[in-house]
């Protein structure tokens, strides 16, 4: 089984803060079509949703709190249907309906094989931070928010965001990607930040856009790691995976609106 390898020169991470000489601010960062992208440009709102008002005020004191994957990944929702959590977080599968084709060059056979191809990225790395590019009452009742925190102007957020990061971070911050499992990977399943930003088409309702980050190599081209999988239960969590940092960005209120329900 082969898949197409984009040249690393084509592929290679986004490190936004050297960007900013040359940037479009008409155009989202990070991989994917950028002209797809353009239509949410940075003038179009983000919207944070809060189940706690504490935690509403704190972002807009410039708190921005950020989860690894695989927080996401591991978290189990209360209700049966997934909307925080996503065991395929930081995962990107394929899937097709009738099997993955193999041909075996050793024995001379070839057929269907009635599993998954998944690559993963280091889950317990990369830090999230997650917004939405929509303010519905479907998403306010789905988050249980009691709050939702407006983005007025993306851009200076961003910027302050970018120097809010630690020292040689690398980053990514880009709109997610909506995908069937049956669709091929294509150049997402050696690149991280693009494994990061993209989940599986029942998820494509919340508009999810994200900003994130490591301290390690883990968003470097390749930095993924490849099975043949046949999921029938939920991978175990693994907790010690589990972390969080907080940046602070100074007091947000002049870019940013807080709402209460």
Partial sequence: MQWPFPSKSAARPLVLRNLFHTWNPALEFGGGSRRKQGQWSLKHSRYKYFSKLDHANKFMGGKVYH????????????????????????????????????????????????????????????????????????????????????????????QRWLAGLPEGASDFAKKVDYYRQDHGPANVWPQSHLIATTKLNRFAYQQEYRFGFCTTNALDFGQTTQVLRDRKVRPVPKPEEHDNKTLDLGDLSDICKLYEF
């Fill in 67 to 158: 989860q690894t994957l695989a927080f996401f990944r591991d978290y189990e929702d209360k209700a049966a249907k997934q909307i925080i959590g996503d065991e395929f977080e930081s995962t990107r599968i394929f899937r097709p309906v009738d099997g993955l084709q193999i041909n075996n060059h050793t024995q001379g056979t070839n057929g269907p094989l009635q599993m998954g191809f998944e690559s993963s990225a280091r889950a317990g790395e990369i830090y999230v931070f997650c917004v939405s590019l929509t303010f519905t009452d479907e998403l306010k009742k789905e988050f249980g928010a009691v709050a939702c925190v407006e983005i007025q102007e993306p851009l200076k957020f961003i």
